[in-house]
């Protein structure tokens, strides 16, 4: 015990030298007990690195002193496993590297766990992970499933669905799609998976009880025939990174300003973060919780009017803005937050069900993640982005150019498998 404190000890002195450089990984993968986070070494210092990892504490500025994690290795990316957390609890974590010089931390990230007691493990979650599980669907599910109407409304990302619904029947014509894209919903079964957007209604049809009226009575007029909407999904674009200036204030939680546009909005067209707390950075009142609120009273609407409508929560996009390249940005790292806070609202309520296209555009076809970093006055924040091989379209197969969802054939027909593994687990199939 003596030997290990004075080792913590010379660890934390200050020494000559430079110490290392180093900058933490956004936390990904939450459970009530565990999570996934890591960090980079960019720079040695003045001697080698003889210890990297990652410490945290439910206190902020966590240091050595704390829980961490030892992995190998120099220079470069390291990906470390929180464990043995308890559940809905907030954490704080930084990344760290060591030499003869001292202890050197990262940007410090902030993360809630799961309930421990809140799932059955029966809760329908299509992320990146179920990609591959769509092949696995009977064929008595993809029948079902050919007689559901869908409804995405929203921008251009959403046409991300259609697209890749296309191309997967091209692929195989089992999964056969009619799409109705800017025209009016097919009122009768055609035998394939119906699913598009008439031209109204859009995620900001959440946020305000006039912009929400607006949206049910669309859906009041078309649930009044005989092929009623059997579910909602909305295709969010850059409703969370665009159209309006950064707020004036800066979330010190996060470290960050907010972006975004609320559309009929009561504030105006401003940016907005993510709870009620942040109108004081941002002068908006709409944030985060109006657009959940928002997808919880379409829900309650829709069992009032005894309608076999539901309403599945979505995350944001993960393609970076054109103008700016391939660059990391502060706009794209608050998105990213935007989105974890809907799988940490979805993962405390268990009936909600989730299409998690941001972390299905996240991953490759090989598992492999993707992560770019915004350099904030010289501290690299890193935060996931589509990666680069769902940019690419499929040779030998047509993308129709009016559909521009801003991702390749590649990323598409992820959603498009992701889609029909979730739709099959609303039709029944268990998923095994």
Request: glycine share 10%; aromatic share 12%.
């Amino acid at each position: 015990m003596k030997v290990l404190l004075l080792s913590v000890l010379l660890l934390l002195c200050c020494c000559h030298g430079e110490a290392p450089t180093v900058s933490t990984f956004p936390v990904r993968d939450i459970t009530s007990s565990s999570a996934i986070c890591g960090g980079t070494v960019t720079s040695t210092g003045s001697s080698v690195v003889t210890e990297r990892g990652v410490c945290w504490s439910i206190n902020s500025t966590p240091t050595v002193l704390n829980d961490r994690t030892i992995e190998a290795g120099e220079l470069g990316d390291f990906t470390s496993r929180l464990s043995d957390l308890s559940g809905s609890t907030k954490y704080y974590v930084r990344a760290f590297a060591s030499n003869d010089a001292g202890v050197a931390y990262g940007n410090e990230e902030v993360f809630t766990t799961l309930s421990s007691n809140n799932h059955s493990g029966t809760q329908i979650i299509a992320d990146h992970t179920v990609v591959d599980k769509f092949n696995d669907i009977p064929q008595a599910y993809i029948d079902k499933v050919r007689k559901m109407l869908v409804y995405v409304p929203g921008m251009s990302h959403g046409a991300g669905y259609f697209n890749g619904l296309l191309l997967l029947e091209q692929i195989d014509s089992k999964y056969a799609v009619d799409v109705w894209y800017h025209t009016s919903p097919p009122t009768t079964k055609s035998g394939s998976l119906q699913i598009g957007r008439p031209g109204w209604g859009s995620v900001n049809s959440t946020h305000t009880q006039t912009s929400r009226s607006n949206f049910l009575q669309g859906i009041d007029e078309y649930n009044s025939g005989s092929n009623d909407i059997d579910y909602v999904i909305f295709g969010w674009s850059y409703e969370a990174t665009w159209g309006s200036p950064p707020s004036s204030g800066i979330n010190p939680t996060y470290n960050v300003h907010w972006y975004g546009v609320s559309d009929g909005g009561p504030d105006g067209n401003l940016p907005w973060g993510l709870t009620s707390d942040d109108y004081q950075y941002t002068g908006n009142r709409i944030c985060m919780d109006n657009f959940i609120d928002g997808f919880n009273y379409f829900n309650d609407y829709f069992v009032t009017k005894n309608y076999q409508t539901r309403l599945l929560f979505s995350t944001l996009p993960v393609d970076g803005d054109p103008s700016y390249g391939n660059v990391g940005t502060e706009a794209g790292f608050q998105r990213e937050l935007k989105s974890q806070y809907i799988r940490n609202y979805v993962n405390r309520n268990e009936e909600i069900v989730l299409f998690d296209y941001a972390d299905i555009l996240r991953y490759n076809n090989n598992g492999e993640y993707y992560q770019i970093a915004w350099n904030q006055s010289g501290t690299n924040r890193y935060y996931s982005q589509i990666h680069p091989d769902n940019q690419v379209n499929i040779s030998g197969l047509n993308n129709d150019p009016t559909m521009e969802d801003h991702i390749g054939g590649v990323g598409a027909v992820r959603i498009a498998k992701a889609l029909w593994w979730l739709l099959a687990r609303m039709a029944g199939w268990d998923g095994n």
